[in-house]
């Protein structure tokens, strides 16, 4: 089944053309790199993914196979689509006063009470499951201080965490490493790699640099100014292409070391098979 299904996806804000048509769908299980310049369109596209936002007319989300939004109204099952998606962000993801479980344990409030919910009352194994998440994600002795103390890469692995408490079955990040140093973006890296290889979780994830699109994703959705421009395999996006794709553009998106390639990626599922944009054989890789 296709966990996200996007059909001619339009967003205007004013005069600004934000999305345009877009057209994409990825598989359940898949792990998916979302890439392009400052602008292209990354963020509003996880945002309409997520339900956070409505198209224009004409637009089309379906999430596991259920209308998410049609022509701007979020369907029926609007609510309990959401659940299904965990989203992690460049920053501000933790409570920064609440301890570090307590904001992983924020992942089930849609399944508990709401009085339970607003007073914080968790149970024994509810509790050892947040411990169990973060040291799923590989920092579980941190589970009782303030989410403040925590570093940049382990306040994006607690928000991973948080995730799998929500037992979402999509996991959109956008941008989750854009503010983080080489090494703690490896081990992000690492853990929505795993969490995708093991939990079968279905990962989308924007990166401003290519170079880890390479290393973690078979499949990269590329935009620019709104539109998809390219979807296929990760391993075509030299920086030969890159040029050609974004012009002076693509200087953003190449770090100026490659990583060290590493077994990285999930295997494909075979219901996934993307190519490059129909109309955009152009810009094929040589
Ligand atoms: N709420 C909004 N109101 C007006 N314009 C917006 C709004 N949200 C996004 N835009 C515009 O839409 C375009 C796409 O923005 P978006 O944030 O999706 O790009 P991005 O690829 O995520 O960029 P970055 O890599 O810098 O985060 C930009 O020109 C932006 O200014």
Excluded at 148 to 161: C, F, K, N
């Amino acid at each position: 089944m296709m966990a996200i299904s996007v059909e001619k996806l339009s967003k205007r804000f004013g005069r600004k053309q934000a999305l345009c048509e877009i057209d994409l769908s990825i598989a359940e299980g898949e792990m998916v790199a979302l890439i392009g310049a400052s602008g292209s369109g990354k963020s509003t596209l996880m945002r309409h993914i997520a339900g956070l936002e409505r198209g224009d007319t004409g637009s089309s989300v379906k999430i596991l196979g259920d209308v998410q939004q049609k022509d701007g109204r979020f369907g029926p099952k609007m609510r309990e689509l959401r659940s299904q998606i965990g989203v992690i962000f460049q920053q501000f993801n933790l409570v920064a006063r609440l301890p570090v479980i307590t904001n992983v344990l924020t992942g089930i409030l849609g399944r508990i009470s709401a009085w339970r919910g607003t007073f914080g009352i968790f149970s024994k194994s509810e509790k050892a499951d947040a411990i169990h998440a973060l040291a799923r994600v590989g920092i579980p002795e941190v589970a009782w201080q303030r989410a403040s103390t925590l570093s940049g890469g382990q306040q994006q692995r607690a928000a991973i965490a948080r995730t799998l408490m929500q037992r979402s079955k999509i996991l959109l990040a956008d941008e989750p490493i854009a503010s983080l140093d080489p090494a703690s973006a490896r081990r992000v890296m690492d853990v929505l790699a795993d969490i995708n290889r093991t939990e079968g979780m279905t990962v989308l994830v924007s990166l401003h640099q290519v170079e880890y699109a390479r290393v973690y994703c078979d499949r990269t959705i590329a935009l620019r100014d709104g539109r998809v421009v390219y979807d296929g395999s990760s391993d075509a996006l030299s920086d030969d292409f890159l040029t050609r794709l974004y012009g002076a553009a693509s200087e953003e998106l190449v770090l100026p070391q490659r990583l060290p390639v590493k077994d990285s990626r999930a295997p494909a599922p075979a219901s996934s098979a993307p190519g490059i944009r129909q109309g955009q054989e152009e810009l094929a890789p040589a």
